[in-house]
T-cell receptor, first 115, second 111 residues
Framework: EAGVAQSPRYKIIEKRQSVAFWCNPISGHATLYWYQQILGQGPKLLIQFQNNGVVDDSQLPKDRFSAERLKGVDSTLKIQPAKLEDSAVYLC?????????????FGSGTRLTVV | SQQGEEDPQALSIQEGENATMNCSYKTSINNLQWYRQNSGRGLVHLILIRSNEREKHSGRLRVTLDTSKKSSSLLITASRAADTASYFCATENSGNTPLVFGKGTRLSVIA
């Protein structure tokens, strides 16, 4: 089974520029998540999708961050404009129910550096 | 917001020793999971323990859960240099809520 694919692997941008990240979840996984992981901290949820609908975006800074999952498969996360504090690893994950438990698979992440 | 707090923040041991990491959380949970993250990589699921379970084993891993104290521990026995990584606990409050992670423990196993 292929894993969760993310691209790009690394990105360096200047503050106030825009950036977009892409995620392709495991086939058949209806639920998709974007997490932000600042260096030295644990991942923090930004947004959760169920198919193409948003379930939870309460921690997404909506003045600069946006995300979509138009066809219920791939997803993109955009930051516009970026700030220095957005430097982090952005992890995408997908999940499915298995034997009464939700099983999660994480991608390798996109490491963003804002200078 | 982060649910869990791992303790210690960093741990350095010799190869062959056991490593114990602790996690405390704040709200009631459906299950608690432990993940490993190698530097610059994604998260790898290690083990899941349900709220009605008290102990679980998987290979060299042993996880305990005390819901009355809202705490869990991860024991890695006979550690190897390859176990060097960050370890995170994550809680799931219900089937539809996302995982909430702690801040992690950085484990260094010295050969």
């Amino acid at each position: 089974e292929a894993g969760v694919a993310q691209s790009p692997r690394y990105k360096i941008i200047e503050k106030r520029q825009s950036v977009a990240f892409w995620c392709n979840p495991i086939s058949g996984h209806a639920t998709l998540y974007w997490y932000q992981q600042i260096l030295g901290q644990g991942p923090k949820l930004l947004i959760q999708f169920q198919n193409n609908g948003v379930v939870d975006d309460s921690q997404l800074p909506k003045d600069r961050f946006s995300a979509e999952r138009l066809k219920g498969v791939d997803s993109t996360l955009k930051i516009q404009p970026a700030k220095l504090e957005d430097s982090a690893v952005y992890l995408c994950a997908s999940s499915q129910w298995l034997a009464g438990v939700r099983g999660y698979t994480f991608g390798s992440g996109t490491r963003l550096t804002v200078v | 917001s982060q649910q869990g707090e791992e303790d210690p923040q960093a741990l350095s041991i010799q190869e062959g020793e056991n490593a114990t990491m602790n996690c405390s959380y704040k709200t009631s949970i459906n299950n608690l999971q432990w993940y490993r993250q190698n530097s610059g990589r994604g998260l790898v699921h290690l083990i899941l323990i349900r709220s009605n379970e008290r102990e679980k084993h998987s290979g060299r891993l042993r996880v305990t859960l005390d819901t009355s104290k809202k705490s869990s521990s991860l024991l890695i026995t006979a550690s190897r240099a390859a176990d060097t990584a960050s370890y995170f606990c994550a809680t799931e409050n219900s089937g539809n809520t996302p995982l909430v992670f702690g801040k992690g423990t950085r484990l260094s196993v010295i050969a």
